[in-house]
């Protein structure tokens, strides 16, 4: 691997915008494996890495073990690794966790790139031959890092942080709301108790008339299983009729539809859904450097 990368000045994209964003661009290669790596980043991270691979490869031919071809389909929503015949997803690396991509420019059919296992959360290393179109792969991937930035943002990537801390107000009032009926609960079992020792207390053969028990504010204890009291209230009149809830269940705004972080708009998401969007917003501000250059993530920053 060539220690120095080649600085561009420029983004010159081999792709127009529609084909990463409505499809995908393939491409054949054969995958000499992948890697742990201690680093996100690093040219020394990646030769160290390629060597090894490299190292394994000839071992392998010297066995007579072929080395695997692959098809690698890049879009904005990332880097899927496909058996070429059966169309099997082996690996889909997502474009926020891929943080290094570079091509040897000794020689032109080699290309890797970091990524950020969605499980482990290591970073492994790809290192692909891909009969020296090396460069052109590196640049489609870092078109698809660029525009699926630019869709991320569009998108209400940036609310995310106002919506992470609407989801801390909303978790503070389902545990207030949880607080309180604990409350509840103990008052009425001291009503209980109450009552247990006033009639243990009542002299021999005396009757009490029977009324709806109250609690502490005079009122008749609530009871969720209980139908609508027959009993007229002080004024005798019957109480409204309680509505009956819906049974039919909200759907959110990504219905029954798989999450694309590129097609939702601004509002208050479950739990995994926000983790997800704060893990993208998290890759994104990482950056992907690519031959040695990184790309400019923020808008508002003039000085790249």
Not at 31 to 60: C, M, N, W, Y
Not at 151 to 159: A, P, R, T
Not at 223 to 243: C, D, K, M
Not at 255 to 279: H, M, R
Request: net charge neutral; glycine share 6%; with cysteine.
């Amino acid at each position: 691997m060539n220690r120095a990368f080649s600085r561009k000045k420029d983004k010159t994209w081999m792709h127009t915008p529609e084909a990463l964003s409505k499809h995908y661009i393939p491409y054949n290669a054969k995958f000499l494996g992948s890697t742990e790596v201690e680093q996100p980043k690093g040219t020394e991270v990646v030769r160290d890495a390629v060597r090894k691979l490299k190292f394994a490869r000839h071992i392998k031919k010297s066995e007579g073990q072929k080395i695997p071809k692959v098809e690698l389909q890049i879009s904005i929503y990332g880097v899927k690794i496909l058996e070429p015949k059966t169309k099997e997803v082996q690996h889909n690396c997502q474009l926020h966790r891929i943080s290094f991509c570079a091509d040897d420019k000794t020689d032109k059919r080699i290309f890797t790139f970091i990524c950020k296992d969605s499980e482990s959360n290591k970073h492994l290393c790809y290192v692909f031959d891909s009969e020296k179109c090396a460069e052109e792969i590196t640049l489609t991937i870092g078109q698809a890092f660029d525009l699926a930035y630019r869709k991320f943002l569009e998108s209400g990537g940036k609310d995310v942080e106002t919506r992470k801390q609407i989801a801390g107000l909303q978790k503070r009032i389902q545990d207030l709301e949880t607080e309180n009926m604990e409350l509840k609960n103990k008052v009425q079992d001291l009503e209980n108790q109450l009552r247990t020792t006033q009639v243990s207390t009542s002299p021999a053969g005396s009757v009490t008339p029977k009324s709806p028990s109250t609690d502490i504010f005079d009122m008749i204890p609530f009871s969720p299983i209980s139908h609508q009291s027959s009993i007229p209230t002080r004024n005798g009149t019957q109480p409204p009729p309680v509505p009956s809830r819906s049974t039919e269940i909200k759907r959110d705004l990504f219905g029954a539809e798989p999450f694309d972080p590129f097609n939702c708009g601004a509002g208050d998401f479950p739990p995994d859904i926000q983790s997800k969007l704060d893990e993208m917003q998290e890759g994104f501000k990482m950056g992907l450097t690519l031959e040695g250059t990184v790309f400019c993530l923020d808008p508002l920053d003039s000085r790249c």
